[in-house]
């Protein structure tokens, strides 16, 4: 199966799409790691040069990127009015 | 007659008294005061059982159960959705779409453990697997097989099950651990005997993390011919896990430890050389005849969902949850001295950090951390006062065995997450000893051991 292997901006794209995506979390813990993830996945993927891996490494962050975006909304239908406490941290300090 | 009749209406009395008297309960200003002051919830933050929290607490508890991963519940919807069939219907396509689903997921946990899918039975959690390992295979070989090896630090539905199988009339041979957590391999080698039809050792301990050599214990089994089970609900997608290599019959999995659902967990029962075992639940022949009831298609397809990405992302957990690990443990000892990490610190799971405090007490601990989610140990136990069994076995004294505190960090643990959890801790630590007449003392250069208490 001939795979299109994605342009850079496409590339680019894909992950300011998934850290956009990512900031909506209402949880702490989910939003955090879906940022971590995306960063340390592509800065793994970074010295991939086989046009196939490149092509299936682009499809797998696209599938992600629709799942956080359902998953985004689904975790603010129920959002706990409470926060974590980590994300109290900045008004209790100042 | 007349009594008879008298305590009729008596009861009858007694009891419309009782139930408009339940009736009224939730009405009145006590019940109401009571369900307030148990839980209220807004915006400026929880209280709950007399405690006033400002914000949800950092989860530190993934060995009690783990979050569900976003994906995990993604794959889990659409079967909760329109996708209602029940797997077991042959007749339409509902039947047929979850039936799929089923045996997809059935792949992905084998998988994971490099075993057939056909080997794969699911059930409701690893308890029920550990149910259906100790007493099944027990009770299927009673004829010839009298006697069950385990260890003293397995978890409770092990060692339940095998009282269980004593007061049948079976022997169980509890086995010491050392006092890293380990058990001696020259130890079970000399309690085998002819009519042992099973050794229990579960593969990471749930209260300190440790991991047994199952490998060697694998090839001990193979060497004396008798069935090896293992409860790996602690291990699965944590370390590598091989049915081949470790030698296994049998094996519980469970589904909510690796970022998947509660309620649903699976069997590994091996085919080659077969291993049969005597049904717990009977009813419709479902999983083979082992496990009647109908399979629950969306908890399934989320233990599957689980399976497949804990064989993605272990590499990349482990490294993170390892460096995590560090900085927890080297954050506290920097500050504090006194901390004694329970179990090996070589041979185990990172993601379990069981720490004692000394002269501290541990429930006052615990009170105190209240913005942090850890337990002393197993969730099953932190109910009570007693210390750990677990850590009794490993011969932990008293006074240690009261202080501990299990950390568990997983897949969505941050560094901010433990540098705060590192901070609290030693806070709560200090200002406790600084109470602590004990710690006093000892800074004194007295031994605490060598005091004679007058009243004792």
């Not at chain 2, 942090?372 to 932190?382: D, E, I, K, L």
Request: aromatic share 6%; with cysteine; glycine share 6%.
């Amino acid at each position: 199966m001939a795979k299109v292997v994605p342009t850079r901006s496409e590339v680019l794209f894909l992950f300011r799409s998934l850290l956009r995506t990512a900031r909506q979390f209402s949880d702490y813990n989910i939003r955090e790691y879906t940022k971590r993830r995306t960063i340390d996945g592509f800065r793994q993927n970074r010295t991939l040069s086989d046009p196939d891996s490149i092509a299936s490494a682009f499809s797998l962050g696209k599938a992600q990127l629709e799942i956080a975006k359902r998953q985004a909304v689904v975790y603010s239908l129920y959002a706990p009015k409470v926060k974590s406490i980590m994300d109290l941290k900045p008004c209790n300090s100042i | 007659m007349a009594s008879k009749l008298l305590a009729s209406t008596l009861r009858q009395t007694l009891l419309s008294k009782f139930t408009t008297t339940h009736h009224v309960r939730p009405l009145s200003t006590a019940a109401a005061a009571a369900v307030s002051a148990d839980y209220h919830e807004d915006t400026d933050g929880i209280t709950m059982k007399g405690v006033k929290i400002s914000g949800r607490p950092l989860y530190l508890d993934v060995q009690a159960t783990s979050p569900v991963d976003p994906r995990v519940l993604d794959a889990m919807l659409p079967y909760y959705l329109s996708r209602y069939g029940n797997p077991h219907s042959r007749t339409h396509l509902f039947g047929w779409e979850s039936e799929n689903a089923v045996e997809a997921a059935r792949s992905q946990v084998a998988s994971l453990i490099g075993a057939s899918p056909k080997e794969i039975i699911f059930t409701s959690g690893a308890t029920e697997s550990n149910n259906i390992s100790v007493k099944g295979v027990l009770h299927f070989y009673k004829d010839k097989k009298r006697h069950v090896i385990t260890t003293q630090t397995e978890h409770k539905c092990v060692l339940d099950s095998c009282r269980h199988l004593q007061q049948e009339g079976f022997e169980v041979t509890y086995l010491p651990v050392k006092s890293d957590g380990l058990i001696d391999l020259d130890q079970l080698r000399s309690a085998i005997r002819p009519d042992t039809g099973l050794v229990s050792v579960m593969a990471v301990n749930n209260e300190i993390g440790v991991i047994q050599p199952m490998e060697e214990i694998g090839q001990i089994c193979k060497e004396f011919n008798v069935p090896f089970h293992t409860d790996a609900a602690q291990a699965l997608g944590k370390i590598p896990v091989d049915v081949e290599k470790w030698n296994v019959s049998l094996m519980s999995l469970s589904g909510h430890k690796i970022y998947g659902p509660k309620g649903v967990g699976a069997l590994y029962l091996r085919r080659r050389p077969r291993i049969r075992v005597e049904p717990q639940m009977n009813g419709g022949g479902q999983e083979r005849g082992l496990r009647s009831g109908t399979v629950p298609t969306p908890l399934v397809v989320g233990m599957g969902a689980a399976c497949e990405l804990a064989k993605m992302e272990m590499q990349y957990d482990e490294k993170r949850i390892k460096s995590l690990q560090e900085r927890l443990l080297n954050g506290v000892r920097e500050k504090l001295d006194g901390v004694v990490v329970n179990g090996s610190e070589e041979r185990r799971y990172a993601g379990n950090l069981n720490l004692s405090f000394a002269y501290v007490e541990g429930e006052s601990l615990l009170m105190g951390l209240k913005e942090v989610a850890v337990s002393s140990g197993s969730a099953c136990t932190s109910a009570s006062l007693e210390p750990s069994y677990v850590l009794r076995a490993l011969g932990v004294d008293e006074d240690m065995a009261h202080t501990s505190i299990r950390f568990g960090i997983g897949r969505f643990t941050t560094e901010a997450e433990i540098d705060r959890a590192v901070e609290l801790t030693v806070h709560q630590v200090e200002k406790l000893r600084e109470m602590s007449p004990l710690y006093e003392m000892v800074k004194e250069g007295i031994n605490i051991k060598d005091i004679q208490w007058s009243q004792h």
